[in-house]
């Protein structure tokens, strides 16, 4: 059997996916990551909120599903890349895709939480062009201000 191309890790839950497999299809999901760490590119890429993994087919009714995420290796691997397995189920319901995005949805909220916080600020800032410009009308609003006196008449020269 020839070297393997990329190193392998695996979310914990994931492991316990694949012991929860049919004994066929974990045997099916076992050859495709083996295959998958040789080199094999039997994969797909997935979007929307999985955007940057890869869903692997299992079996060949694709009933069942993996899904990966091709990254850097850890500095003490002997790899630059691995396969890191995300979860491994059925695909009836998304169930495996749900699965994934519970495990990576939380850093990936986080990111986007903070990206979203970002604009608002953004948002609710005032340019550097209206710090200097008086505003259109008083800050406060006109039934808010103290009464005023009844008004004088300036004398005309």
């Known amino acids: 059997m020839s070297r393997a191309r990329f190193a392998f890790a695996a979310h ?3 492991i316990a996916d694949l012991r929860e497999l049919p004994d066929g ?6 050859l495709e ?6 080199g094999s590119n039997d994969c797909l890429p997935l979007k929307g909120r999985l955007a940057g993994f890869h869903k692997v087919y299992v079996d060949p009714s694709v009933a069942y599903r993996m899904v990966i995420q091709f990254r850097p290796a850890s500095p003490t691997s002997t790899h630059k ?17 749900r699965s994934a995005h519970l495990r990576t ?4 909220d ?12 953004a948002a609710q800032s005032r340019t550097s ?4 410009r008086p505003t259109a009308g008083p800050a406060t609003p006109p039934a808010a201000l103290a009464p005023a ?3 004088r008449k300036v004398p005309q020269r």
Not at 33 to 38: A, G, K, P, R, T
Not at 110 to 121: F, K, L, P, Y
């Open 110 to 121: 986080i990111e986007t939480g903070s990206a979203t916080q970002a604009r608002v600020r």
């Open 12 to 14: 914990p839950d994931a």
């Open 149 to 151: 006196a009844a008004p």
């Open 129 to 132: 062009l209206t710090v200097d």
């Open 81 to 97: 890349h691995e396969i890191y397995l995300v979860a491994a189920g059925s695909r009836q319901d998304y169930a495996v895709y």
């Open 33 to 38: 990551l083996q295959n998958l760490v040789h």
């Open 105 to 108: 949805g939380p850093q990936q």
């Open 25 to 30: 299809v974990r045997d099916l999901a076992l």
